[in-house]
């Protein structure tokens, strides 16, 4: 039985890291997407290899055009085809307020969060959609509840950046839901990952309804039924994985 191929863009680090080992011991081969961190993205290989997936790491800066191309072509030359994807590539910069943010963080942000995420996208309608011969497919997008709440005095970009994924969610799951391709998104609230700047986590989490930060694990759960045939009728959506925030 062949086994499904799930690339993770951002997959060495945070959610995209546990995903990736959760997908291995679930029955999927994995490609490692990562940026700078080779010896992280090794790391995530090795546990999925552990679990019984096969998997490989695919060096590539998910803002870039050409890298994206490159990505899924080297991984359907060595696991086969891509039948998942999973967008966790995000980057959130300094925080500061926008009228304090430099130009370079904004752009920068949204060039990998935005950009990047729409061309990740059309290279997997191109290569899964049933209209280009492709086979199907399932697509989980990582936004955040900075869509929802703002970002205010910390990140209005990346509450921006994330809220453009919650309108493209939408409009690409319509425009081809009957090309065989679910597309749905992750909403995250205040997950224990590296990407939380010191002490934030220790200041937020007071104000949470559930008392706690969630973790990589309990989102990487809620993308993989949502990646799964058990999510078979939902497309469009928008799962909140906040602790009630």
Known sequence: MTRPVLLIAGGSRGIGASTAKLAGARGYDVAVNYNMNANAAA????????????AVAMQGNMGKE????????????????VTHFVH????????SRLDEAKSETMREVLDVNTYGALLCLRECVQRMSTKHGGKGGSIVMLSSMAAIIGGGTECVWYAASKGAIDSLVVGLAR????????????????IDTDIQPPGRMERITPMLPMGRGGTADEVGEAILFLLSDAASYITGAN??????R
Do not use: H, W, Y
């Not at 790391?43 to 096969?54: D, F, L, P, T």
């Not at 425009?175 to 205040?190: D, F, T």
């Not at 799962?239 to 009630?244: A, D, I, K, Q, T």
């Open 175 to 190: 425009e081809i839901g009957k090309e065989g391709i679910r597309v749905n998104a992750i909403a995250p609230g205040m």
């Open 88 to 95: 966790s590539s995000g980057i959130i910069g300094a925080m």
């Open 43 to 54: 790391s995530i290989v090795s546990a999925v290899k552990q679990a019984g997936g096969q």
């Open 239 to 244: 799962l909140r994985v906040s602790g009630g």
């Open 66 to 81: 050409d890298d994206i191309k490159r990505v899924f072509d080297e991984t359907a030359q060595k696991l086969g085809d």
